[in-house]
């Protein structure tokens, strides 16, 4: 099979501060900034805290743990990687910032909003890895 | 989550000088003929470029305010041409000239015209949107480089702008109780308004069935709750108060205005997702009521930014036109259509007249406030109230007689 029939994972946004975090993700070990002097969490990485402007950050694993802010369900396709109907999902880290990802596996009946979810690695079709969630049923 | 800067803001309290108040007025609005563009688009026509659409704009202008283009010594251009393109086919070379979004052109022109770097300045957009298919949504999402939020989170099929407001939506209907049904009465009421205006793209009533009929694009936002995509250029001519009182016997007066963004965790959504950008509007809404000495009371007219209808009851409760946690209860009994308390997007606004992002919304506001509305005036209106909420940059504007 050519190169040119595998779907690509919508481009990943490659900036300095980001190329650590996607190669920890690759080890399947997801790590985020720590301010070394405030103990600030951030996400997206970047050069410097933003709770205190120190310089001086460490990359830190993540619990996994998290719980959904938010979700949506696309019922149009934009991307050649995502045929509709799929969904995004707003989560709160346990660490403190929010990310965007998408739910795996079972579905809450009612509303998402609360559920407790954990950090599962999903390999796409053209071989990048990404941290998504599942119900975390172990917690509830 | 306030940060630790800022809460000591130097400016913690402050607001515009109030010099500001009633410095400038509109003397001169014009648009292209977007009605007639949008049947030749869809026929696969190209009836000009971004700055075509704006150079026809600023024609109708100049003739609106009955002024001769030499007059004009301030440009301001919109973020969707060239400044010095623009200002080259526009034939002018101001003493000075900036780029800016719609509320922001309005405010810049503001700044201006009261620091005496300019005393008449044209604000000119034309956007090709449409017909050269500019995209919002998907691999080429517009604005990536601006906006972080709108391209970070693509590897999770994440990059419409809709769907950041639909992430908001949801988050806000569990807060509040809201339904689908409440937000359906603001397309609803905007079509009840863009049926009274000629110029108005779409003009067929709907209901809220029709609305919970239609389609999801990203749910729970359904197809009329996205604004159109289609062609046009929008112009004003903003003048020094003395000036425009002697260009002009029914200057619109710039009566207040205010600003306050929320840039801490921007690319997360965090300021969408945990307080729907409330404390940035009720910080605007101190600022621009305080200024004009009035309230949401006095308000005949609201003009919402509305790149998707969500934006509506987010602003009535930032605002102060109902209690935090009841837009719902608003929509659905005092209304925002025509015959509603509160006169909202009275031209049809994105959804339903034209989507000139903030552009039109202007020239809506000097029309109300002139009388000059038709079917669709509301009756004695002396102050309208403009709000934009893009991105966690909440500002306001309000004309006056």
């Known amino acids: ?140 | 989550m306030t940060s630790a800067a800022e809460t000591k803001q130097a400016g913690a309290g402050r607001h515009p000088n109030p010099r500001l108040r009633r410095s400038a007025a509109v003397v001169g609005i014009g648009h292209s003929d977007w009605v007639r563009d949008w049947k030749r688009t869809r026929a696969g026509e190209k009836p000009t470029d971004s700055c075509g659409y704006g150079m026809e704009a600023f024609a109708n202008a100049l003739k609106d305010a009955d002024i001769d283009r030499s007059m004009i010594d301030g440009l301001i251009v919109g973020p969707t041409t060239a400044y010095e393109r623009m200002g080259e086919l526009l034939g002018i070379n101001p003493r000075w000239g900036d780029q800016a979004d719609a509320v922001l052109s309005v405010l810049q022109a503001v700044m201006a015209v009261e620091s005496g770097f300019a005393d008449v300045v044209a604000l000119v957009y034309g956007n090709d949107q449409r017909s050269v298919g500019t995209q919002y949504g998907g691999p080429e999402a517009m604005g990536g480089s601006a906006f972080l939020s709108y391209v970070y989170h693509a590897p999770w099929g994440l990059t419409s702008q809709g769907a950041l407001y639909a992430l908001t939506l949801q988050a806000y209907k569990h807060a509040h109780g809201f339904t689908e049904r409440d937000l359906g009465e603001v397309a609803v009421a905007q079509r009840g308004w863009s049926s009274l205006n000629p110029n108005a793209i779409m003009r067929e009533r709907i209901t809220v069935d029709d609305y919970m009929a239609s389609r999801y694009v990203c749910e729970p936002l359904h197809l009329f709750d996205y604004c159109l995509i289609n062609d046009g250029g929008v112009a004003l001519i903003i003048a020094e108060a003395s000036i425009a009182r002697k260009i002009s016997s029914r200057p619109v007066y710039i009566e207040a205005a205010g600003r306050s963004d929320l840039n801490h965790g921007a690319t997360s959504l965090e300021p969408r997702l945990t307080d729907f950008y409330l404390p940035a509007q009720q910080a605007v809404a101190r600022q621009v009521f305080d200024m004009a000495g009035m309230g949401p009371k006095d308000m005949d007219v609201f003009q919402v930014y509305d790149s998707f209808s969500v934006h509506v009851p987010l602003a009535l409760e930032g605002y102060g036109y109902c209690a935090v946690g009841e837009a719902g209860k608003f929509l659905r009994e005092s209304g925002v259509g025509p015959g509603g308390k509160m006169p909202t997007n009275t031209s049809g606004g994105h959804l339903s007249e034209t989507y000139m992002q903030g552009w039109a919304h202007q020239i809506e506001c000097v029309r109300q406030v002139r009388g000059e509305c038709g079917d669709r005036q509301v009756e004695n209106c002396r102050n309208v109230h403009y709000s934009s909420d893009v991105a966690g940059k909440a500002v306001s504007i309000i004309y006056s007689r």
């Not at chain 1, 595998?6 to 996607?22: A, F, N, Q, S």
């Not at chain 1, 985020?32 to 830190?60: A, N």
């Not at chain 1, 959904?68 to 396709?77: D, K, M, P």
Request: charged letters at 20%; proline letters at 9%; a positive charge.
């Open chain 1, 1 to 140: 099979m050519s190169t040119a029939q595998v779907v690509r994972t919508p481009h990943r946004v490659m900036g300095l501060y980001d190329k650590p975090m996607w190669e920890s993700i690759d080890a399947r070990q997801m790590r985020l900034q720590r301010c070394t002097r405030c103990g600030t969490f951030q996400y997206p990485p970047g050069p410097g805290c933003h709770g205190c402007l120190s310089m001086d950050l460490e990359w830190v694993p993540v619990s996994g743990r998290a719980t959904i802010l938010s979700w949506v369900v696309f019922h149009r396709q934009y991307l050649p990687a995502y045929p509709a109907p799929y969904n995004s999902i707003a989560v709160r880290l346990e660490e403190g910032p929010i990310m965007i990802s998408n739910l795996e596996g079972e579905k809450p009946s009612g509303t998402w909003i609360g559920e407790r979810v954990r950090l599962v690695y999903v390999t796409m079709p053209d071989g990048v890895i990404l941290p998504r969630f599942e119900l975390d049923r172990q917690s509830r």
